[in-house]
């Protein structure tokens, strides 16, 4: 049996087999990312090492010479075999499967995006589609998979799953209650104008003024596009937001945002951010999506 040390280097064979295959030193140096001159260097090598010449050198081409036309078929059926036995041996590529996803702008920028990364990595066959909209994209009639929606559930034609309940409580910028400016009393809060965020079914502010008594009547409402331009505008001083804790938690830890009046916290459970999707089960992408929201809120859940 021949040791395998008679053999010319692999590399020199590669370099070999690819210009032999496309008769250009200058098309093999592309196809195997080097130069021509490396190729040429490594042709000659295997050309002393055997001691015939396998390329007839031409003004502005190559050609096989008869030993290396004979050379070329061996070599050529070598690599093929290694390919056809790499391909054979080599693990298959998981399917990837998309899931679109609907949501509020707000929620993918201030909660989610920091958070996908942890979800690439735990499930790295599933490519999420996020489509942000202030508008509530069709679960039931297909245009998104699944959607993640805040409000106090019960959409009609869906099935819907609480992911984690929101706290909600009046914030704005230090500057807007500094010293005297500082209020009492929930109607002292009228004295500025109220954010709001637009919404088919707004809730929030009359939720809050219904629990601690306060006169909405009298108040100047400000409505704005969506909740992202609402805290803007709560950090620039332009009024009074209601805070959804898990949203603006970084803003409060930092004291950029403050609480207008800290005793004053409105915690209903059946408000909150809830798993939107079509009735029945569900299906392996969005409830591997579901249970890893529910545990990366758990996670969270002291950190708001």
Not at 113 to 138: E, K, M, S, W
Not at 160 to 188: N, W
Request: positive net charge.
């Amino acid at each position: 049996m021949r040791s395998t040390r008679s053999l010319p280097a692999l590399v020199s064979l590669r370099a070999f087999e690819a210009a032999a295959r496309r008769l250009s030193f200058s098309l093999a140096a592309q196809e195997l990312f080097v130069t021509q001159s490396a190729i040429s260097h490594h042709i000659q090598r295997l050309e002393n090492e055997l001691g015939v010449a396998l390329f007839e050198r031409r003004t502005r081409a190559v050609a096989l010479t008869p030993a290396g036309q004979a050379y070329y078929e061996h070599v050529h059926a070598a690599f093929e075999l290694l390919r056809q036995g790499t391909d054979a041996i080599r693990a298959p590529t998981a399917a990837r499967t998309t899931l679109k996803v609907g949501l509020l702008a707000s929620f993918a920028t201030r909660w989610l995006a920091p958070r996908l990364p942890a979800f690439a990595a735990a499930h790295p066959d599933i490519d999420l589609q996020l489509q942000p909209d202030i508008g509530l994209a069709d679960v039931a009639g297909g245009e998104v998979d699944v959607a993640i929606r805040y409000g106090r559930g019960g959409w009609p034609g869906v099935a819907s799953r609480l992911l984690m309940g929101e706290r909600l409580s009046v914030v704005c910028a230090p500057s807007l209650i500094a010293g005297r400016k500082r209020p009492r009393t929930p109607d002292d809060l009228l004295r500025h104008p109220l954010l709001a965020s637009h919404a088919k079914q707004p809730f929030e502010w009359d939720a809050w003024a219904r629990q601690f008594g306060m006169d909405l009547g009298r108040a100047q409402t400000v409505r704005l596009h969506d909740y992202n331009i609402v805290v803007e505008a709560a950090l620039a001083g332009q009024g009074l937001a209601m805070g959804r804790h898990r949203l603006i938690a970084p803003h409060l830890a930092s004291g950029a945002l403050v609480e207008a009046l800290p005793e004053t916290m409105l915690e209903d459970p059946r408000i909150g951010w809830w798993f939107v999707a079509p009735r029945g089960a569900l299906t392996p992408p969005a409830k591997a999506l579901h249970d890893w929201l529910v545990q990366a809120a758990q996670a969270a859940a002291d950190t708001y």
